[in-house]
C-alpha cells in the first residue's frame, strides 16, 4: 500500500498545476495556526494561571501593545486613565 505522501507526490509531478495550490493552502493553513497561537499566548482576555494572575486584563500597562495592528496609535505617549484594583 503506498503511503499518502508518495501518492500525493506522485499526482504533483503528473499535473504540476497543483503545486500552487499546495503551496498557499499550506501557508495559510501555516498562518492561521500561527495566529491561533499568538492569540492564545499574548491576549489578555486568556488566562492560563488561575491562582497568580485570575485577571491579566487588570494588569496591563497604559503603555502596553497587545494588538497585532494599530494605526495612528503610538502606545508610548499613553497616559494612565483608570483607576488601579
Do not use: C
Amino acid at each position: 500500500m503506498p503511503s499518502l505522501l508518495g501518492t500525493v507526490a506522485k499526482q504533483l509531478k503528473s499535473h504540476p498545476a497543483l503545486i500552487p495550490l499546495f503551496i498557499f493552502i499550506g501557508g495559510g493553513a501555516t498562518m492561521s495556526m500561527l495566529y491561533l497561537g499568538r492569540l492564545a499566548l499574548k491576549n489578555p482576555d486568556v488566562s492560563w494561571d488561575r491562582k497568580n494572575n485570575p485577571e491579566p486584563w487588570n494588569k496591563m500597562e497604559t503603555n502596553q501593545q497587545y494588538k497585532l495592528f494599530t494605526v495612528n496609535m503610538d502606545y508610548s505617549k499613553l497616559k494612565k486613565d483608570r483607576p488601579d484594583f
